[in-house]
Every structure is written in C-alpha cells, then in structure tokens.
C-alpha cells in the first residue's frame, strides 16, 4: 500500500472517529429524556423514607448526584449550585435532591455533607440515600466509575430535572450558569426548551439520530459528509493512479 493511500484511509477513520467522540459526548444529556424515573426508594436525612416519584408527584424534581467522599467536581459542583438557586428566588418552584450514589454513604454521612455546606433544614432541599442506585443511575444515563488506585469516583456533575409525572425532561452535565438552570426549571414546569431535540424531530445532518424511544443513536448524513472529502480524495487519487498507469 502507497503512503499517499495510507495517508487518506488514516484521515478518513480520524474524523469518523472524531465525529463519533463527538457525538456520544453531546448525546450524554439525551440519554433517558422523556423515560420516566427509576421510582427508587429514598432515606431523607430527616428520618422521612419516600421514593423520588412520590416527591415528584407533590412538586418538581431537580436531582443532583453526588458522593460525600468526593475530591473533585462534587463540592464545586454543590457551591455552585446553591449560589445559583438563590439567584432564581426564594421559591424556585422545585424541590432538589441531594443523592449519594456511592453505596458507602449511610445518613450520617448525608447528614454530615448537608451540614458542612449550611443546607440542614434549608427549604426545597433533600439530602438523602438509596438502595436501588444501579437502577436509578440506568434510568437516567449516569455511569460512574470507580478508580481502585485513588479511591475516587470518576463522574459527571449532573442535575436531572424531573417532572409531577416522573418523566426526566431534562439533564445538565458540567458545572452550568444561571441560564442552564433556569432553563431546567422551566423544563420541568413543561414549558418549551430549545436546547435538546423533539421526539422525531432529528437534525438533517447531525452524525447521530438520537430515538428517545429506544434510547439509541443511529448514524445520521453527518458522519457521511464530515467523512465525503477523505474519501473524494483517495479516489480521485485512485483514478488518477490507474489512469497514469495505463499510459
């Protein structure tokens, strides 16, 4: 095989596999959209044992996953999003939950993170643990990993929001600015959002389709165009070598 052969197979696979990178981390917050919640039993740091649909169903559910023995995005991620909330008002219209999804936590840790960030007994919050985490983290597209070298959870910062109905309307991966959240809110009060697809209403030349009924993505005409010109490429050189060839 010619260099200049190897040269356009290399460039065609890189910015296929470059699209595809691309395109599973964008599709990290569609994952689980419009599915209704694993309705996973809760342990309130009040003593109060519920389940998330059964608070949901009182008033709106923003869900925030976190381990108290977290060195990394956790305590940022919590500072933030308390800074914000009061940003919104003193009602925000939401209750938020506060979840370990670390099978070590027990109540005294939850109730010892609420305390260290000023949170007991604060209004619309929950701090709280669960039995059925790998059920709850399935339904909602959450994939911790455990690293055994540091003894740490590699994870996202991720907010769920969850309507009266139990249906997941919307995610924020990352540490988000006001304006994700009050969009979240709004989500969850079924008001439009504009910053994640409609049910079957996919992008002309996006690389994946997301269905959020089966919640799977399928190759788009973006993954073809983004790949066309590589592959235009190696066959004009293709042609242009059997035609020299042949002189």
Not at 27 to 51: C, F, M
Not at 167 to 187: E, M, N, V
Not at 224 to 235: S, T, Y
Request: charged fraction near 20%; proline fraction near 4%; hydrophobic fraction near 45%.
């Amino acid at each position: 095989m010619s260099a200049n052969r190897l040269f356009f197979i290399l460039i065609s696979l890189a910015l296929i596999f470059q699209c595809t990178a691309q395109s599973a981390d964008g599709w990290k917050e569609e994952q689980g959209v419009y599915e209704q919640v694993h309705d996973a039993p809760l342990r309130l740091i009040n003593g109060r044992e519920t389940s998330i649909r059964q608070l949901a169903r009182d008033r709106p559910v923003v869900l925030a996953l976190i381990f108290t023995r977290c060195a990394g995005v956790c305590n940022p991620f919590m500072l933030r999003l308390k800074r914000q909330l009061k940003l919104i008002k003193e009602d925000p219209g939401f209750q938020l939950i506060v979840l370990s999804f670390d099978p070590r936590d027990r109540m005294a840790d939850m109730q010892a993170y609420a305390k260290r960030f000023g949170m007991v007994g604060e209004a619309n919050w929950y701090f709280a643990v669960t039995s059925e985490i790998s059920s709850l983290n399935q339904s909602i597209g959450f994939n911790p990993v455990w690293d055994s070298s540091r003894q740490q959870y590699d994870h996202d910062a991720l907010l769920v929001g969850i309507n009266s109905q139990s249906y997941i309307t919307k995610k924020l991966l990352g540490l988000r600015d006001y304006g994700d959240l009050t969009q979240l809110a709004a989500s969850i009060h079924n008001e439009f959002s504009p910053t994640y697809q409609l049910p079957g209403q996919n992008l002309l030349f996006s690389c994946f389709n997301y269905n959020p009924r089966t919640g799977k993505s399928k190759p788009g005409l973006g993954l073809l165009f983004i790949a066309l010109p590589a592959v235009l490429a190696f066959m004009l050189l293709l042609v242009i070598r059997l035609m020299v060839s042949k002189t």
